[in-house]
Nanobody, 114 residues
Framework: QVQLVESGGGLVQPGGSLRLSCAASGFIFSADTMGWYRQAPGNQRELVAQINSDGFAHFANSVKGRFAISRDNGKSTVYLLMDSLKPEDTAVYYC????????WGQGTQVIVSS
């Protein structure tokens, strides 16, 4: 059974940092490109970072230079390290295989506010 479980969200002040984790199971994690997505109220879900099986990463322009993505294939876990957070980063964050996508998890809420 495929499962994606995100964690690590919370309330943080502007300029702060958070590390999100996504534990995956039910598929061959190490072979797949994994992504972090986010969805803010009233907006479509967007891909903000992805990392392929070789560890190469790509970021959306809106987070480039502030976010980092990494993976631990032994733990089937992908991480998103977010620095210099801005109020516009407020969203529910999800992980998923980039293609083909799997059933979405519940996500983890990130609120950036003073």
């Amino acid at each position: 059974q495929v499962q994606l479980v995100e964690s690590g969200g919370g309330l943080v002040q502007p300029g702060g940092s958070l590390r999100l984790s996504c534990a995956a199971s039910g598929f061959i994690f190490s072979a797949d490109t994994m992504g972090w997505y986010r969805q803010a109220p009233g907006n479509q879900r967007e891909l903000v970072a992805q990392i392929n099986s070789d560890g190469f990463a790509h970021f959306a322009n809106s987070v480039k230079g502030r976010f980092a993505i990494s993976r631990d294939n032994g733990k089937s876990t992908v991480y998103l390290l977010m620095d210099s957070l801005k109020p516009e980063d407020t969203a529910v964050y999800y992980c998923n295989r980039v293609y083909p996508q799997l059933t979405w998890g519940q996500g983890t809420q990130v609120i950036v506010s003073s």
